[in-house]
């Protein structure tokens, strides 16, 4: 299994704070919800997500082929590595945490400044020759740096994980803003969005509740008073939570985005599951972005 129809993913990076059993209970949650796609990363937790994750597929052999496994690697404590060496042993270290003998996605964690884009060709190559990975992925790239590496590389990069939400929408904003002088127009990405839109390059959308670079939690925060309110409003309109509305708005983009969800508690993920089912009209859509705080020209 390669792919997922759900347009959530889990992410896996707090599960350590729960047992294995209630693990096993979120995992079987987000199946009865047709969520199949689960996020890992060798330092979350310092693997030890990944070896819980893994004690439960052990447990459960059948789940295996229930889910869709996505992993990454590249930071390391105080830089980050790309080279062979350690990319190699870091997804073998993973297959070993998470008992399989494969990951569905593999992906490159963050962009390295000393990256040698032959030598992760190399890597590529072994890991999708020796069947430990099915599919490959970076996380946080901007476009010329996935240009540079998919030139390299022989399998198609699949996804791209990028922070984004209506508190944090410089994806957008860039482009929304283009040929004005708001802060907004500025370039910082390279017009990543539009570039994994046009090359089938799937965004999956992580910390879509935080603001800033983990600030803080914008829903219910006195510094985002007008976005709230409109949050509400629509949410009260929808018989639906604003983290619903939330999903609703990052889904609502024709790129076809998917929402990473981080949360452990099985309320809140079925709450922000709903979204799915909503499609927000332009007028609300907009007013949910200019209410973050972003400007229309």
């Not at 199946?31 to 459960?60: M, N, P």
């Not at 404590?77 to 870091?90: A, P």
Request: charged share 20%; with cysteine.
């Amino acid at each position: 299994m390669t792919a997922t129809k759900s347009p959530f993913v889990m992410g896996c990076m707090r599960i350590n704070e729960l047992s294995d059993k209630a693990v096993a209970e979120w995992i079987d949650q987000a199946l009865s919800l047709g969520i199949h796609a689960f996020d890992h990363a060798d330092i979350y937790a310092k693997g030890e997500c990944e070896s819980q994750f893994g004690r439960v597929l052990a447990e459960t052999p059948s789940l295996r082929e229930q889910v869709v496994l996505q992993t990454k690697a590249s930071i390391r404590s105080g830089f980050y590595d790309s080279s062979k060496e350690h990319l190699l042993k870091s997804v073998d270290e993973s297959l070993r945490r998470l008992q399989t003998d494969y990951v569905d996605v593999f992906m490159l964690h963050r962009p390295d400044a000393l990256m040698e884009v032959e030598e992760v060709a190399e890597v590529f190559d072994h890991l999708a020759g020796s069947g430990k990975v099915k599919a490959f992925g970076v996380s946080n790239f901007n476009r010329y740096q996935l240009e540079w590496l998919q030139e390299a590389v022989h399998q198609p990069i699949i996804l791209n994980q990028l922070q984004f939400s209506p508190a944090h929408a410089s994806l957008l904003s860039t482009g929304i803003q283009a040929n004005t002088e708001f802060t907004g127009s500025i370039d910082r990405d390279g017009g990543v969005l539009t570039y994994c839109q046009r090359h089938d390059i799937r965004v999956q959308a992580w910390s879509p509740f935080q603001f800033g670079f983990f600030e803080g939690v914008y829903l219910d925060h006195p510094r985002y008073p007008e976005l709230n309110t409109v949050l509400q409003q629509l949410a009260d309109h929808y018989g639906v939570t604003k983290a619903a509305i939330v999903a609703a708005w990052i889904l609502r983009h024709p790129s076809k985005m998917e929402v990473v969800v981080g949360s452990t508690k099985s309320q809140r993920v079925a709450d922000i599951a709903a979204g799915a089912d909503i499609t927000l009209s332009r007028k609300d859509w907009y007013a949910i972005y200019q209410a973050a705080g972003n400007r229309l020209p």
